[in-house]
């Protein structure tokens, strides 16, 4: 399979625009990188600068980085994939014309959420906060589960961050509650909170997202419908309240 230079421009053009739009464009660089397996010292070395440069930018102790160091950035990590035969760039040709079935609903939200605000929206509770305490997420992917487990490979799975990790993953269908657990615990991407719906965590669950130190939160809403229904509301209200609309927050869901 050749690689157009059509297709190389839009993962470019992809890359570029989620680090530029990125609340943490450090995050999202790192993310990127760790995608396409290229190390802080390969990159710079393509880049022809410092490697602490980049993991000053990863860290967050350099501000924004600028549109050229963007298109530095970008440029190299597809120059080293090109190197490589270009699996990455590939694999990305697969996604763009076959996107996972696992995937049932994805947003980013236009503000950040409070999690209180998300707990109310899906009636959850927090069952493992693991001692990290989590204020807001930025975007939500609801997921068929079984699906996730048998058909995304490591690059399907980058697909469930959608622009951020700063997300809710949330995870429906689920059988086993070690199997979600374990596909965040193999990657090197990590969901703000992860929330199992209609399906209590059980010990090993809540055991596997506090060595992750993910917190864990359990919904129970009764169908997948009424919680995809009950997320696109919760979008509709940070809307309204990003362009400046008066609205009441979501009320809490009785039992």
Not at 5 to 18: D, F, M, Y
Not at 57 to 79: C, D, H, I, M, N
Not at 215 to 243: C, G, M
Request: proline fraction near 5%; charged fraction near 25%; glycine fraction near 6%.
């Amino acid at each position: 399979m050749s690689v157009s230079p059509s297709l190389r421009e839009v993962l470019g053009r992809r890359i570029a625009g989620e680090i530029i739009l990125s609340n943490k464009p450090g995050a999202t660089m790192r993310k990127w990188r760790e995608l396409f397996a290229v190390s802080q010292t390969s990159l710079s070395e393509k880049m022809v600068l410092s490697s602490s440069v980049i993991s000053d930018y990863e860290s967050g102790r350099r501000q924004s980085p600028g549109t050229k160091f963007v298109r530095r950035f970008v440029w190299a990590l597809v120059k080293i994939d090109e190197e490589r035969g270009s699996r990455f760039i590939k694999e990305f040709a697969k996604l763009t014309s076959s996107p996972s079935t696992a995937i049932l609903d994805l947003r980013e939200f236009p503000i950040p959420v409070r999690v209180e605000y998300l707990c109310k929206a899906i009636k959850g509770e927090i069952v493992s906060s693991s001692g990290r305490f989590v204020k807001e997420v930025l975007g939500y992917t609801v997921v068929d589960s079984k699906k996730a487990v048998e058909t995304l490979s490591g690059l399907e799975y980058s697909q469930l961050f959608g622009a951020t990790t700063d997300r809710a993953l949330i995870f429906t269908n689920v059988e086993d509650g070690n199997l979600p657990m374990m596909l965040v615990r193999v990657s090197n991407l990590k969901p703000r909170v992860v929330v199992f719906h209609n399906a209590r965590p059980d010990e090993q669950s809540i055991k596997l997202a506090e060595y992750d130190q993910v917190p864990l939160i359990y919904s129970s809403l009764p169908t997948i419908e009424q919680l995809v229904k009950s997320l696109r509301k919760l979008y509709r209200i940070a809307l309204r309240i990003k362009l400046g609309r008066r609205v009441q927050p979501p009320p809490k869901i009785s039992a």
